[in-house]
């Protein structure tokens, strides 16, 4: 209490005292006893009521001790082990938790990472990768505006997420790398990339395309393979050395085989290379019999023909022949599809065969177009024979679900020359191209497709196509987006594949290190999709004829499977729906990998620089004592004394306030019984 207070409460109690003896001290005609026990009561009274008024209180100081916090953060991944690393981590571990300079001075948290962040519970360094970079950053969070060090046990080597050095410039605390493995650079060579279509056509040819990396000071010569099946099928001599250290190679390999084919890649190891796991990698190539045979029926000669024959022909399984209609009328029968250029009456025997054959067929119209006749020969569209031309562009449907499209544009096009009219639709149609004028959607299509009683057919309505294949070339300086997307169209029509109820989605070659997952769609009989089945995954190991049975779990509009744990190997799967009989087979094969195991010792020039962009320091792995020396030697990791000032009141006005009206009761009653009232 302060002076003042202390006087205010002397004054208090001095006026109380003062008044009770006026009262009942002098002049008062009341007995000796009573006059007592009345000025006592009057004096606590007012004195009480001096005390409430004073309200006298007195300062709580309390002093605390905050200490600095210390996150160690560990390498839980695979690298660790093979590095043989782990024993050392431990030991590591066990020093700095029963160092009591350490643990008396930090409040220390231990942490582990690989593909996730979280809280040390136990060490097994079986993460498939590293994520160093999500480490720190779950750190930075967790001791937003604290101080607190960061020791960081790893070898420095990082398979997934971001660079770790560049996430470390906003981390706000000094990181402490611990080098776990061997600082010594040894001479490797690895295939860090690999790229291969997975689909090829037979007696095509496929890219491979592989980036190969050297470190090392030396000049090397090595050999690059491709193999398939054990046989090569492709080698080349490759200089490496200090000048040369990145090479890509890329390479168009022959797909003479049908069906999936399995490749190697590999890079001849160097004399006295430790890690020679990375000079291999692996892909598969699903190589497809897809020849197809068109036949055009055409009455004329017209520069769209030949436009035609240069897309289609573009690929080497695609082959055109070009007929009048009395010829095609002996060899339609050879054909998957049949394109018919301008029909006219000499076209009746030809569409009477493609009825009778069920055959696909794609007619192309335009200013020569009898459309008359072509009404009154099938029932799938009509348009007015008005001879009157009309030039219209067109407009993509992006929603068109027969076929991928791609980004295929056609804006900026020449345009087409049409008969002037509406065209009537009398059959289920898609639409793909709409016919514009001036870009005004007219609700004419240019061209669309029907699928009716199992034979698909298709209306192209605009003549000067060749116009197109030319301004295409101008625009990309090649044919191929054009060839493509016509290449597309033929496909679709040329193929009387029903659509099935139930469909497998999946890759033929997979790495053990990554998610192997399976899709399947499933309809009912009106081929709409049915959330409610149960589909069952059968698989079985080639290698060992062991068989294992996984639900697909219903995700959005498709059923999912996740076969991660598989070992690496050949399988065959069959998916099946409960109670309906309908199934679908594969395989599929997982390749050995891991990310964590191409790397031959740590990356000391990144833990260097993750030291310096944070201000901390980089250690060996056998020096955890000078790590702990240093942080309890730094003046920037002391603890903090705190005190803080509590101001509380020294009686409790509640009490106070109840003795209060306790004393007037009493001295009250007393008055009453006496008959002073």
């Given amino acids: 209490m302060t002076a003042q207070t202390i006087l205010y409460l002397v004054l208090a109690v001095f006026f109380a005292l003062a008044i009770s003896l006026y009262m009942y001290g002098f002049k008062s005609k009341l007995n000796p006893k009573l006059r007592i026990g009345l000025g006592v009561l009057r004096f606590l009274t007012l004195c009480c009521l001096g005390i409430l008024l004073v309200n006298p209180t007195i300062t709580n100081t309390t002093l605390t001790v905050q200490k600095p916090s210390l996150a160690v953060l560990v390498d839980n991944s695979e690298s660790i082990k093979v590095l043989e690393q782990d024993v050392a981590v431990k030991d590591m571990l066990a020093n700095l938790q029963s160092n009591s300079a350490i643990n008396d001075r930090f409040n220390v948290q231990y942490y582990t990472v690989g593909e996730d962040f979280g809280m040390l519970d136990s060490l097994i360094f079986d993460a498939k990768n590293t994520n160093l970079t999500k480490g720190l950053t779950g750190l930075k969070g967790l001791y937003k505006n604290q101080v607190s060090p960061t020791i960081v046990l790893t070898d420095g080597n990082q398979t997934l997420g971001t660079d770790y050095v560049l996430a470390a410039r906003t981390y706000g605390n000094e990181v402490y790398p611990v080098v776990l493995g061997d600082t010594i650079a040894y001479e490797d060579v ?104 068109i036949l055009v029926v055409s009455s004329m000669s017209h520069p769209d023909i ?55 067929y794609w007619v192309f119209a335009g200013m020569q177009t009898d459309w008359l006749f072509l009404n009154s020969i099938q029932n799938n569209y009509a348009k007015e024979n008005t001879g009157v031309r009309e030039d219209v562009s067109a407009l993509v449907n992006r929603s068109y679900s027969k076929f991928a499209i791609d980004n295929f544009e056609v804006a900026g096009f020449p345009p087409l020359q049409t008969q002037l009219g509406d065209v009537v639709r009398l059959a289920v149609y898609d639409e793909l191209l709409s016919q514009t004028i001036r870009d005004i959607n007219t609700d004419n299509p240019l061209f669309f497709s029907i699928e009716r009683d199992g034979v698909r057919s298709a209306l192209w309505d605009g003549e000067g196509i060749w116009k197109w294949r030319a301004q295409s070339y101008l625009d990309q300086g090649s044919f191929t987006d054009f060839d493509n997307f016509l290449g597309s169209m033929v496909q679709y029509l040329s193929s009387n594949k029903r659509k099935s109820r139930l469909t497998v989605s999946h890759e033929t070659f997979y790495y053990n290190n990554s998610d192997i997952i399976i899709d399947a769609q499933y309809f009912n009989d009106t081929y ?82 993750l030291s310096q962009t944070t201000e901390g320091k980089l250690f060996a792995s056998d020096q955890i004592e000078q790590l702990a020396s240093s942080l309890l030697a730094d003046s920037r990791y002391v603890p903090i004394q705190k005190s803080k000032q509590n101001i509380v009141p020294l009686i409790d006005w509640k009490m106070l306030l109840g003795l209060l009206a306790i004393l007037l009761a009493i001295e009250w009653f007393t008055r009453k019984y006496n008959g002073l009232i």
Avoid: C, W
Wanted: no cysteine; net charge neutral.
């Fill in 190 to 293: 690895q295939i860090t990339r690999l790229n291969a279509n997975k689909y090829a056509y037979h007696k095509n040819e496929f890219p491979v395309e592989a980036t190969l990396v050297y470190s090392g000071e030396n000049e090397r010569q090595l050999r690059y393979t491709l193999s398939n099946g054990g046989q090569v099928v492709y080698s080349q001599n490759i200089n490496f050395g200090p000048e040369n250290r990145v090479v890509t190679l890329a390479v168009n390999l022959p797909a003479n085989a049908i069906g999936l084919q399995r490749y190697a890649a590999s890079v001849a190891p160097i004399s006295n290379e430790k890690n020679t796991t990375n000079n291999q990698s692996y892909f598969a190539v699903e190589v497809i019999d897809q020849a197809t045979n």
């Fill in 306 to 360: 030949g436009a035609l024959k240069k897309a289609f022909t573009s690929v080497e399984q695609r082959r055109l022949s070009i007929a009048k209609p009395a010829q095609a009328l002996e060899v339609l029968n050879d054909y998957q599809l049949v394109i018919l250029y301008q029909p006219n009456p000499s076209f009746r025997g030809v569409f009477e065969n493609l009825v009778q054959l069920n055959k696909n």
């Fill in 528 to 609: 709409v999709f049915d959330p409610g089945a149960s589909l069952v995954m059968t698989v079985r190991n080639q290698d060992n004829s062991v068989n294992r049975q996984f639900p697909m779990l219903l995700t959005n509009s498709f059923y999912r499977v996740n076969l991660n744990g598989l070992e690496a190997g050949d399988y065959s799967f069959t998916v099946s729906v409960s109670d309906s009989g309908i199934a679908r087979s594969g395989n599929f094969t997982i390749v050995a990998f891991s990310s964590e195991q191409q790397f031959s010792g740590a990356d000391v020039t990144k833990l260097r620089a």
